[in-house]
């Protein structure tokens, strides 16, 4: 069984994070580990408080996970100091690892900020240049550049220019945009590639950009290549947000397991 790992914070509401990670590793049929960066308290409606996790003990359980695991790749999520993602980026070194998808998640959907604004440039020279795939959304994307994205166009200029922090493939999220379409577009250092869907008018949208990385990371664990990992990380995400669950009372989560019902498990072991 292929093996991923996610190096994230924990979200006591299961949607996003590590909860999120590890619900998607499993619904591609890959085996998922964990390394928690940082305890959250939120829910649909907010992020209320955050504790960063110590770096000795994140570098711990990075090293617990690597020495014992077989994993094919891996994936970062709430990375909050320069600190952190300094241990993280070293570690990783260390142990040579190549399979690296970074989501540069900075700010949660209630507004609460995830990634300090020191840590900004620790991102851009440590991990980034690391990464197989890194996968900003619009508001990360013009963070990242220091420039406004305003059309596809502009995408592909942001793509570019991430692209030459040091990292292989960019995946610029444009969701967010509002243009006509939930317009994706993917730079592999030549060709710009984009990937479209239809917009699901819902709320729970809690999670998307954690859990469409994961997707991403799965899909490169069973040895897709990154253009079919993503492609595949699009229908995924669709399709979970179209199934989504109505859960809490603000931005809930999507359904990780969608294809999945009650009576199908109860049909097997009822």
């Not at 998808?101 to 840590?119: E, F, H, Q, T, W």
Request: hydrophobic share 40%; with cysteine; charged share 20%.
């Amino acid at each position: 069984m292929k093996q991923a790992l996610t190096i994230a914070g924990s979200d006591s509401g299961g949607g996003a994070g590590i909860q999120a990670d590890l619900k998607t590793f499993h619904a591609h049929g890959v085996f998922g580990t964990s390394v928690i960066t940082a305890v959250t308290a939120q829910n649909t409606v907010a992020v209320s408080q955050a504790f960063d996790l110590p770096t000795d003990l994140i570098k711990a359980q990075l090293d617990a996970v690597l020495s014992d695991f077989d994993i094919s790749a891996a994936k970062t999520g709430m990375l909050s100091s320069a600190e952190i993602i300094r241990a993280v980026a070293d570690s990783l070194r260390d142990w040579k690892f190549k399979s690296l998808v970074i989501d540069p998640v900075m700010i949660s959907k209630s507004g609460y900020k995830l990634l300090r604004n020191d840590a900004i440039e620790s991102l851009q020279k440590e991990l980034i240049p690391m990464a197989l795939v890194v996968t900003p959304n619009i508001h990360e994307a013009e963070i990242l550049t220091r420039m406004e994205i305003d059309s596809p166009e502009r995408m592909h200029d942001a793509a570019r220019k991430i692209h030459d922090l040091g990292c292989k493939n960019v995946i610029v999220k444009g969701g967010h945009a509002g243009f006509n379409r939930a317009t994706d577009i993917l730079f592999d250092g030549e060709n710009i590639h984009t990937f479209e869907s239809w917009f699901v008018e819902t709320k729970s949208v809690h999670g998307t950009g954690c859990t469409f990385s994961a997707a991403i990371t799965a899909r490169l664990a069973l040895g897709e290549s990154v253009l079919k990992a993503v492609r595949h990380a699009k229908k995924y995400i669709t399709e979970t947000i179209e199934n989504a669950p109505s859960i809490g009372s603000g931005h809930g989560p999507t359904h990780h397991f969608y294809f999945l019902t009650p009576d199908d498990f109860m049909k097997k072991h009822g």
